[in-house]
């Protein structure tokens, strides 16, 4: 199998997991307060990631996670969950998926600020455009501020500084290792707060949603990071990111009965557009540095 197509089908598979992850962690928002159901699902996600180092005999580098990079996107991988997640209690599936979605267009972004890559005009207008499509989502009206769809944008603004700090990981950390980084934050965080507002009984349904949750967050932990270790290009394996919106979108509708409007369905075709135009920028740049 070539990088390319391991690229592909892992990113593909970290799509699904995740939006399925999602729905879960969100279902079960519904038994029991969201932290709880976050910091529960870490617990159970620190599990899953210990079985899998024990099995396959990388328990001995589980030290890295005190690498300070490691340690930091863990960090991160927590504000963007935390954040995303308390959200998605209060606002339709497709709406917060939709503008997660705005990750890399920060990403884009933040290449400029701390990678020093060079952005021109047309990435730029497609960054604006991106932002214009995030806004014909939200639809902010005044006096009349959404509190928890501007929390999703937080959260996309700490994913993509997450990213960045990705690219960065030794290559000698195992992807065990950072997917069981990110589980542990986010255990420690979850909980810790959930117990400070107070703990409350869980169901045995509520449970059980959480712990499908876990396990589908520890598999997609993996296969996101295998995607980005495949050696195949961001720009391709990056495109198929925006799959994860049709998924929401049915699941939306399956599950809680959510219709997009028609603005906030235009403002997501503008967001997704935006977001592959930048991908195929980057990939001619890329060829051009490359003499191709």
């Known amino acids: 199998m070539t990088p390319t197509s391991r690229g592909i089908l892992a990113m593909s598979a970290s799509v699904v997991v995740f939006i399925f992850n999602d729905a879960l962690i969100k279902l079960a928002a519904e038994t029991m307060p969201p932290l709880q159901a976050i910091g529960l699902r870490g617990v159970f996600a620190t599990m899953w990631c210990g079985l899998a180092l ?48 705005s990750t890399p267009l920060f990403l ?44 999703v944008v937080f959260s996309s603004l700490a994913g993509a500084l997450r990213d960045v700090i990705a690219r960065w990981v030794p290559p000698t950390v195992p992807t065990l290792v950072v997917s069981m980084s990110s589980a542990v934050t986010l255990a420690v965080v979850g909980t810790g707060w959930a117990v400070l507002d107070g703990w409350q009984p869980m169901s045995h349904y509520g449970v059980a949603l959480v712990l499908g949750s876990s396990l589908l967050l520890a598999c997609g932990y993996q296969f996101l990071m295998i995607a980005l270790r495949s050696g195949a290009a961001l720009a391709v394996i990056g495109a198929f990111r925006y799959a994860s919106v049709l998924w929401a979108i049915a699941i939306g509708y399956t599950l809680w009965g959510d219709v997009p409007n028609l603005l906030a369905v235009a403002g997501i075709a503008v967001i997704v557009g935006a977001g592959l135009y930048i991908l195929h920028r980057e990939r001619v740049m890329r060829r051009t540095s490359h003499g191709r």
């Open 108 to 151: 884009a972004a933040l290449a400029v600020l701390l990678l020093k890559e060079t952005v021109g005009w047309r990435r730029w207008s497609a960054i604006a455009l991106g932002f214009a499509g995030v806004l014909m989502v939200i639809q902010p009206r005044a006096g009349d501020v959404d509190v928890w769809t501007w929390l």
């Open 54 to 101: 024990l099995l396959r005999g990388e328990w001995p580098q589980v030290h890295r996670i005190r690498h300070p990079v490691v340690a930091l996107r863990g960090v991160l991988e927590a504000v963007a969950a935390i954040s995303y997640l308390v959200a998605l209690a209060y606002i339709p599936f497709a709406i917060a998926t939709a503008v997660n979605l």
